[in-house]
Antibody, heavy 115, light 112 residues
Framework: QVQLVQSGAEVKKPGASVKVSCKAS????????VNWVRQAPGQGLEWLGW????????GYAHQFQGRVTITSNTSITTTYMELSSLTSEDTAVYYC????????WGQGTKLTVSS | DVVMTQSPFSLPVTLGQPASISCRSS???????????LTWFQQRPGQSPRRLIY???IRDSGVPDRFSGSGSGTDFTLEISRVEAEDVGIYYC?????????FGQGTKLEIK
């Protein structure tokens, strides 16, 4: 079936970077964009950015420009989101979601940033 | 950026009664192709968001027909005709007409 499976929980120190993966299966990878969304504890949803899986073009929300990088490895149908210069405010669950329509979501990856 | 404003913030509802959530955008959500990219999501406790409705009023496969979406331009509504216990969670609207994409702040539906 169509699904996005994300990598496991991470614990990082302030100033470090994290790279979260999102593996797609059950559909033609190149036909759909992949978005990244995060949710801080007890908070709402926040869009981070997007990648066109066919062209590799990316776009990022203003507040994350320069700190987030989305990449992919088409041979293994996996998209990655790397976030650098982590602070405690980056503690959140990070989700990938398929396409402009956000119709399929990953299970989420919990990131904890703590010294 | 387009600001999405949902109301109410909290929505206590009696089982079997209707519920309505409003979502207003700071700009028209009509895209150049004439379509309106307004989506509703449900997030049950401890789960990933699930898409319920897209392009204002198209219900996803498997979504009960008690859920309906309506609206145009800058004013949108999600309605539940008869609330059931499984509907408890937080509901979000999102626009993908304008860059960057933005979400409403969420509406928490609970059973009275």
């Amino acid at each position: 079936q169509v699904q996005l499976v994300q990598s496991g929980a991470e614990v990082k120190k302030p100033g470090a970077s994290v790279k979260v993966s999102c593996k797609a299966s059950g559909y033609t990878f190149a036909n759909y964009d992949v978005n990244w969304v995060r949710q801080a504890p007890g908070q709402g949803l926040e869009w981070l950015g997007w990648m066109n899986s066919h062209s590799g073009k990316t776009g990022y929300a203003h507040q994350f420009q320069g700190r987030v990088t989305i990449t992919s490895n088409t041979s293994i149908t996996t998209t990655y989101m790397e976030l650098s210069s982590l602070t405690s405010e980056d503690t959140a669950v990070y989700y990938c979601a398929r396409g402009h329509a956000f119709d399929i979501w990953g299970q989420g990856t919990k990131l904890t940033v703590s010294s | 950026d387009v600001v999405m404003t949902q109301s109410p913030f909290s929505l206590p509802v009696t089982l079997g009664q209707p519920a309505s959530i409003s979502c207003r955008s700071s700009q028209s959500l009509v895209y150049g192709d004439g379509k309106t990219y307004l989506t509703w999501f449900q997030q049950r406790p401890g789960q990933s968001p699930r898409r319920l409705i897209y392009k204002v009023s198209i219900r996803d496969s498997g979504v009960p027909d008690r859920f309906s979406g309506s609206g145009s331009g800058t004013d949108f509504t999600l309605e539940i005709s008869r609330v059931e216990a499984e509907d408890v969670g937080i509901y979000y609207c999102m626009q993908t007409t304008h860059w960057p994409y933005t979400f409403g702040q969420g509406t928490k539906l609970e059973i009275k």
